[in-house]
């Protein structure tokens, strides 16, 4: 028997036990009144298992509501469903957790690298949706095997071992691709460029980066562009005269490197449906040399989490 048949044969007779429970509460009347329900009245396993349908943070408030949710909240049944199934596969065998919850909050504390190095993965608090971040050696960039035009450098204060730094090119392209079924299903992820500037930075100051994410193969409509700018600095009122539109501009990030939003979409997910996302970061059309970045990655993570 399956994982997943095992746990709906044993929902099914934790159903059946709640009815025969409701039934002798039914039956059991005081002056023709039926005695209420308690929460001590059903299963004792029921409530744990009732909790992981939920969030972990509707568990930790759950928590807070009775001495039975409490007991009940630290049970494996409940933590178990909000880690990843194969979470085995990408923590360390010598590390040892005293219980799933435990261990959930550690991944959610502690990204872990997987795909030998080139991303890293880690879990929101609240909701158990997992982020990951891909590395620069995961991304296409053009001009990247010449060495004159880009480096890769080590720094400690990066998510990975090394970050690639621009050196000069006119052409400035960068490509990422993730298949969705590493992602959480049914949910909306945003997508992010994280980079950080070196002192001697330039051939970005109003200029406008086209930036898009969508399924891969897919013709994109004009809508699901964006226009974006590497300089903070960049003039509110600037606007692109060939497009006529705002540039966003980066935001600074907790850990001191910068982020631009390049997108959003949505992961329906399911065993039918995976799909491979790309995103594009591109400026062709102002052949002048660029110069100064330093790019860390592209962070997936679901919309509006910071």
């Not at 005695?35 to 568990?59: G, N, R, V």
Request: net charge neutral; hydrophobic share 40%; proline share 4%.
């Amino acid at each position: 028997m399956t994982k997943t048949k095992f746990m709906h044969e044993h929902f099914r007779k934790l159903v059946q036990r709640i009815k025969k429970t409701l039934r002798l509460s039914a039956s059991d009347k005081s002056h023709g009144v039926a005695e209420p329900l308690s929460l001590d009245d059903l299963p004792e396993e029921c409530i744990p298992l009732i909790i992981s349908f939920t969030s972990p943070l509707d568990a930790c408030v759950l928590a807070s509501v009775s001495k039975t949710f409490e007991s009940a909240v630290k049970s494996d049944i409940v933590w178990e469903k909000f880690i990843p199934p194969e979470y085995e596969s990408f923590i360390s065998q010598s590390r040892d957790f005293s219980s799933k919850k435990e261990l959930y909050f550690a991944l959610c504390d502690e990204s872990v690298l997987i795909d030998d190095g080139k991303k890293c993965l880690w879990i929101e608090k609240a909701n158990a949706k997992r982020c990951i971040m891909l590395s620069e050696m995961k991304l296409s960039i053009t001009w990247g095997n010449y060495p004159q035009s880009w480096r890769w450098i080590p720094d400690p204060q990066a998510m990975f071992e090394t970050v690639a730094e621009l050196l000069g090119v006119c052409l400035f392209e960068i490509r990422g691709k993730i298949n969705s079924c590493i992602l959480s299903p049914r949910t909306r992820y945003s997508a992010y460029i994280v980079f950080t500037k070196t002192d001697i930075c330039y051939g970005f100051e109003n200029v406008a980066v086209e930036v898009v994410v969508g399924l891969v193969g897919q013709d994109l409509e004009e809508s699901c562009r964006r226009y974006v700018c590497f300089d903070e600095a960049t003039d509110e009122q600037f606007r692109w005269r060939d497009r006529g539109k705002n540039l966003v501009k980066p935001e600074w990030r907790k850990d001191g490197w910068m982020e631009i939003k390049l997108g959003e979409f949505f992961n329906e997910g399911g065993l039918l449906n995976y799909d491979e996302i790309e995103m594009v970061a591109l400026e062709n059309k102002q052949r002048h040399w660029k110069r100064g970045l330093i790019i860390g990655g592209i962070e997936i993570r679901p919309a509006n989490i910071r």
